[in-house]
T-cell receptor, first 114, second 115 residues
Framework: GNSVTQMEGPVTLSEEAFLTINCTYT??????LFWYVQYPGEGLQLLLK?????DKGSNKGFEATYRKETTSFHLEKGSVQVSDSAVYFC?????????????FGEGTQLTVNP | EAQVTQNPRYLITVTGKKLTVTCSQN?????MSWYRQDPGLGLRQIYY???????DKGDVPEGYKVSRKEKRNFPLILESPSPNQTSLYFC??????????????FGSGTRLTVV
């Protein structure tokens, strides 16, 4: 079956530091890949997505590139802010005959200190 | 405003007392799904529905039921809750990929505690 593996957290950074959160996946077909963000006490919000190999998703300074050869979709940001503190989830989506299946990683807690 | 609405946001109940968590979306989405979120496990799919009267089990369906009598509503039913169902629950909806406008929208979550 499909699976998503994220780097273990929590991750603590100082403001303006460079961020990388690793994500690798296992899938039988050609999934679409996502990063979701969950701020404290809130639901999940789509941060960015990529639907095919070599696509780069970007939003709010975050980027991730769909790497089929390494089955990865690492999240990066050049300069984090305190407001980026949240839990980040990597996910993949495959469409099956019975519908779509969104599979999540375990989540990575990011804390950014001033 | 396009949204997925879950109720209640917080619920404490006792073992064995039936409860229902409601989910409603106003985007005319065909696809709806329930997830539970537990520390260290991420989000796991409980049930999903492709359209009215079409539902199927996800990865962790035991102890849960769902129904899809109307397109906009997808309630999650716990007939006899147990403490291991204490969790944070999310409802999500999406349009089909063949519309070219797919994407998941999540509700704000329901934190359930079963004592």
């Amino acid at each position: 079956g499909n699976s998503v593996t994220q780097m273990e957290g929590p991750v603590t950074l100082s403001e303006e530091a460079f961020l990388t959160i690793n994500c690798t996946y296992t899938a039988t077909g050609y999934p679409s890949l996502f990063w979701y963000v969950q701020y404290p006490g809130e639901g999940l919000q789509l941060l960015l997505k990529a639907t095919k190999a070599d696509d780069k998703g970007s939003n709010k300074g975050f980027e991730a590139t769909y790497r089929k050869e390494t089955t990865s979709f690492h999240l990066e940001k050049g300069s984090v802010q305190v407001s980026d503190s949240a839990v980040y989830f990597c996910a993949l989506l495959e469409w099956e005959t019975s519908g779509s299946r969104l599979t999540f990683g375990e989540g990575t807690q990011l804390t950014v200190n001033p | 405003e396009a949204q997925v609405t879950q109720n209640p946001r917080y619920l404490i109940t006792v073992t064995g007392k039936k409860l229902t968590v409601t989910c409603s979306q106003n985007m005319n989405h065909e696809y709806m799904s329930w997830y539970r979120q537990d520390p260290g496990l991420g989000l796991r799919q409980i049930y999903y529905s492709m359209n009215v009267e079409v539902t199927d089990k996800g990865d962790v369906p035991e102890g849960y039921k769902v129904s899809r009598k109307e397109k906009r509503n997808f309630p999650l039913i716990l007939e006899s809750p147990s403490p291991n169902q204490t969790s944070l629950y999310f409802c999500a909806s999406s349009s089909h990929s063949n519309t070219g406008k797919w994407g998941y929208t999540f509700g704000s979550g329901t934190r359930l505690t079963v004592v």
